[in-house]
């Protein structure tokens, strides 16, 4: 991309072409080459276009206000279902929650992205594909194997829009690294609207009783029904025209937690001795260590995401390092544990699940590590690390995907 960039100066229909088809890379080539072409004026105009901070709320292009209200408006069609035919509720999310929200996300961002046909074709059939699989497994509700595939299935309709997020490109590296950092942005957005929608309605509420009448079932009935899935789609429409709102927001937020569970984790690590809690052979203990070991990864993953050579000093590093150091550390423990646990009690489908998503955190961790490490030398930067993260984003894809298809087959569905 350097090479196009610097070749193609004079040429703008070749700059907009190789724009328009990796927008994250190319941004991230100009941007370093800059300070070499600045003289030029097409780089002036370029620069400005790329780096144009937009003060106002944008609403994106034409139609795309339509497109999510009726996306909003299918994701509450989808999570009032159950109760228009009279389903179980429970055993519908068990099976469906990846559904409600995240195709409709999908959907906006192929339409934004202007979607190849073909990608679009591919996305559709997975998605229905995934969803005729999921409602026809021949599992009871408290089947091992149907609790890990509700669990992973989500996490495979994350990475399909992941994919549609990077152009239906499974090459492009820099939208993979865009994709975890409008994730992070999603969340907090998503936080945010929560945290106003609760505050509304307890206005409402409060107002409502005052003159006599119960909005409890109104709200149980439509609003929750129809809000809650409506608040990631709208989240993710407003941090995809604007990421400018929460793109600082989310990286203070790591930054301020970096350290924080730095700390914390010592201070754990160091209590678990002295009590001696044994997740060895404490399950629930055990559950609760990888549950604390996946919020620790995420918190490293957005903070690398969303790191940048100019914004992060060698101590933030440092701090980043630590953490990473302190989460092997845990990591290990916890593989240790669940190796303990299967040659103990033999496998079981929950065993080998954990089992393998603690191996492939332990080698991502350690590619980390090392990438952190080498980020402390002088004229490093976090390029390699984020590359590194990026990178290794399809390996947990398969595992997935494996945990979701081939699992629930090889343990008899039990």
């Known amino acids: 991309m350097k090479e196009i960039i610097l070749n193609n100066l004079n040429n703008p229909g070749q700059l907009e072409k190789s724009y328009r088809e990796d927008k994250n890379m190319f941004r991230k080539e100009f941007n370093k080459l800059y300070p070499e072409i600045s003289e030029n004026v097409a780089a002036q105009f370029w620069h400005e276009r790329l780096n144009f901070s937009r003060e106002e709320i944008s ?31 429970d055993l519908f999310f068990q099976r469906n929650v990846g559904f409600v929200f995240l195709p409709a996300i999908a959907f906006y961002l192929a339409w934004k992205n202007g979607f190849k046909q073909s990608a679009v074709s591919i996305t559709v059939f997975i998605v229905a594909a995934s969803a005729v699989y999921m409602n026809l497994l021949p599992m009871g509700p408290a089947s091992d194997t149907l ?20 152009g239906g490109d499974i090459r492009n590296i820099g939208g993979r690294a ?58 993710g429409f407003l941090v995809h025209t604007n990421p400018q709102l929460v793109g600082k927001v989310s990286t203070v937020i790591a930054k301020v937690f970096t350290p924080i569970a730095f700390v914390m984790l010592t201070v754990y690590l160091i209590a678990v001795l002295y009590t001696g809690k044994d997740p060895y052979n404490d399950r629930e203990f055990l559950m609760i260590f990888n549950l604390l070991l996946l919020g620790v990864m995420a918190i490293i993953f957005f903070s690398i995401a969303g790191l940048t050579k100019k914004a992060v000093g060698k101590l933030e590093s440092g701090m980043l390092l630590g953490l990473a150091v302190v989460t092997v550390i845990i990591n290990s423990i916890a593989l240790s544990a669940i190796v303990f646990r299967i040659s103990e009690w033999g496998i ?3 065993r080998l699940a954990v089992l ?9 961790l350690l590619l980390v590590c090392r990438h952190l490490y080498l ?15 990026a990178n290794y984003l399809p390996v947990y894809v398969i595992w997935t995907a494996f945990v979701t298809f081939l699992l629930p087959v090889i ?4």
Request: proline letters at 4%; charged letters at 10%.
């Open 59 to 89: 609403w994106g292009k034409k139609g795309g206000v339509m497109l999510v209200a009726v996306l909003v408006f299918a994701a509450g069609f989808i999570a009032k279902l159950p109760q228009l035919i009279g389903m179980d509720l």
């Open 147 to 166: 609790i890990l595939v509700s669990i992973h299935m989500p996490l495979l309709m994350w990475s399909v829009t992941g994919f549609v997020f990077a």
């Open 178 to 235: 865009a994709f975890l950092k409008f994730t992070g942005d999603l969340v907090v957005m998503s936080a945010m609207l929560m945290i106003a929608g609760l505050i509304l309605s307890g206005v409402t509420f409060g107002l409502f009783e005052l003159i006599g009448i119960s909005l409890e079932d109104f709200y149980l009935n439509y609003l929750i029904i129809w809000g809650l899935p409506a608040v990631p789609i709208v989240a």
């Open 348 to 350: 079981t489908p929950n």
């Open 356 to 364: 393998g998503s603690n191996v492939l955190m332990l080698v991502n």
């Open 375 to 389: 980020a402390l030398k002088p004229e490093s930067n976090h390029e390699k690390v984020t590359e590194s993260m």
């Open 411 to 414: 343990f008899g569905f039990r």
